[in-house]
């Protein structure tokens, strides 16, 4: 019986050490490589039942969670650990490591699946965390590495995350997507946009970091409405990028720019992870002509329609 447990034990780790490593989203969810608005979002997944119900809602695609350093409810241990919360909270019933290997275990068991995207809240946090998440960056499933780099609108006092640390530890994860962003102070009764001198900032801390993971600007809805010319030149500076568009529950949103800027830079480079009642507003099932792609579906139909008429003459 033992002989037979190392063996198993002995095999599956050969297997998993020739394994293909981290999936890109686009391949893990193959459905939605050219839109990527249908990939549903669970946002702010801090604790253990909002983790069980959302592993079960087969609606999920990606979980997005917070990570800080804190302690686990109930534990007399008092060392911090990294722990699923958003601050100021410090206490969670759900660390990290737990968290990591449920989704992992999941993803190794069910016929559905599921990506994580990590929003680490402070450096230290994150390097106290690489360990553990290079554990299961062996693993077949989308992790995406979030933090805000950068302070942003509306003149945010929130202290961003260091980006020269942030990028020297996520060199770590090649196959992740890097999701960097601001800082940000906005909400119900406020408008704003991200301003030249934040967009120009970040394409500056990137390229001066020799960035060569797969990255994504997380942008604040309420305040990417109103700044689609600087959000089309910013994924047009890094190749493959793209754009999460998030929002908080609440947040003024003007939804016909927010559309406009969808459309503008494609369905094909934009995550929208934002609150149902505003992704049903969105309208994503009619954003209209004038995408790229549309144009060149109704080019092969013209094209198509010719050879038929040409056929028929024939
Ligand atoms: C990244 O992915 C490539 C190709 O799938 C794989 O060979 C490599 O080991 C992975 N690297 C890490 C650090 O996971
Ligand atoms: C778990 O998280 C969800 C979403 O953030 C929240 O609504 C719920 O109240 C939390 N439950 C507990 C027990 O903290
Ligand atoms: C959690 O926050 C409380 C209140 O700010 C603080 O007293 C405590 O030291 C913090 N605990 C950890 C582990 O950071
Ligand atoms: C943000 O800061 C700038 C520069 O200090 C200032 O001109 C501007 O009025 C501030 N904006 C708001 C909304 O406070
Ligand atoms: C926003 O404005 C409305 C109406 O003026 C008010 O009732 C509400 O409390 C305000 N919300 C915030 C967050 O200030
Ligand atoms: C980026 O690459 C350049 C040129 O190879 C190098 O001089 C620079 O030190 C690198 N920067 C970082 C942060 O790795
Ligand atoms: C976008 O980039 C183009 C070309 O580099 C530039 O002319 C234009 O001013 C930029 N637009 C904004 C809003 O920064
Ligand atoms: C893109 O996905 C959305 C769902 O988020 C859907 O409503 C829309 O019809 C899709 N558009 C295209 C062109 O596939
Ligand atoms: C997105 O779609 C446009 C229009 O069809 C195409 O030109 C572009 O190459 C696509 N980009 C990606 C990353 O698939
Ligand atoms: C590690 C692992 O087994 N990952 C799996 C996650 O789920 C998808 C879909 O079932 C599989 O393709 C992966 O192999």
Known sequence: MFVIKLYVLVLSALILDNRVHTMKTQEFFPDAAQN?????WAHAVNNQSYLSST???AKIDMIEADIVLGTITG???TTPIP???HPP???SDLSLESFLTQVRDFNTS????KGVKLDFKTID???ASKDYVAKFNEVDFPIWINADILAGPINSTVTPVDPARFFATAKLFVNATLSVGWTTNYGANM???YSSDEIEEMIETVKKNNVSAEITFPVRAGLAAESVDLLVNLTSEFEGSTLTIWSSEGDHVDVDKLRKLIKTVGLNKTYVDVPSDLKEKLHLDNLGGGAGQFKSVSLVGLLVSVLVMVINLV
């Not at 990527?36 to 549903?40: E, G, R």
């Not at 069910?110 to 699946?113: L, N």
């Open 83 to 85: 722990i699923m919360a």
């Open 110 to 113: 069910e016929s559905s699946k």
């Open 89 to 91: 909270t410090n206490t």
């Open 125 to 127: 946090v994150f390097e």
């Open 75 to 77: 534990q007399s241990d």
């Open 36 to 40: 990527l608005t249908k990939i549903n």
């Open 55 to 57: 592993l079960k809602d």
């Open 191 to 193: 408008t704003g946009s």
